[in-house]
């Protein structure tokens, strides 16, 4: 007898636990939809941000990007042909939903004059890397070569390295730095993305 009423409580709470999770899900038609993004394919996007150029704008988008959890990638900035204006290109990785939603709040701003996010094959992008190998008397003309196929420059010779400027896409600078990686990467930087719309 007593296993039975034991079973019965079991039972009972089951069921209210049910339920209660039941009217939970009702009421979290949102939180249901915003937990996929954990689990979303994230894209990479590059927008181009057109800003007066004023003092604090820089600190106030990159802040709406920390806010959402974006980290953005490359951030370059710039002032335009108007020397009131800056041009911020912005390369982020994440859930097309929340980016959008961030677009909407960058037009907001008051120091934001207009926001381009760009897609595949709508424009031209460039970066420009400055990279300092190692390079004995044997390896260089073999670095040479390799700088002649990519139409990199050498811009300084030192007694044990090479400096070297190359300016391209994405997938063009990585293979050139997968290259150098054989040689020794003694330092590295990085302009970051600037792009243009094509039309």
Request: glycine content about 4%.
């Amino acid at each position: 007898m007593f296993w039975v009423k034991r079973a019965r409580r079991l039972r009972k709470t089951r069921t209210v636990v049910k339920r209660k999770l039941y009217r939970r899900n009702n009421n979290a038609v949102a939180w249901r939809r915003v937990l996929p993004y954990k689990y979303a394919a994230f894209m990479r996007h590059t927008l181009s941000v057109l800003v007066e150029n004023k003092f604090g704008v820089l600190t106030r988008i990159s802040g709406l990007f920390s806010g959402r959890g974006f980290n953005i990638e490359t951030l370059n900035v710039a002032p335009t042909q108007d020397a009131t204006t800056s041009r911020m290109t912005i390369v982020v990785k994440g859930d097309d939903a929340v980016l959008e939603q961030i677009t909407k709040q960058l037009n907001k701003l008051v120091e934001v004059i207009k926001v381009q996010d760009f897609r595949d094959d709508e424009y031209v992008d460039r970066e420009l890397v400055l990279l300092k190998i190692n390079a004995t008397a044997k390896a260089r003309p073999e670095v040479m070569q390799i700088c002649d196929i990519f139409r990199a420059k050498i811009v300084d010779v030192a007694h044990q390295t090479l400096t070297i400027e190359i300016t391209g896409d994405e997938s063009k600078i990585s293979a050139f730095l997968e290259l150098m990686e054989q040689f020794g990467i003694c330092d590295l930087t990085r302009t970051g993305k600037v792009a243009m719309p094509r039309k």
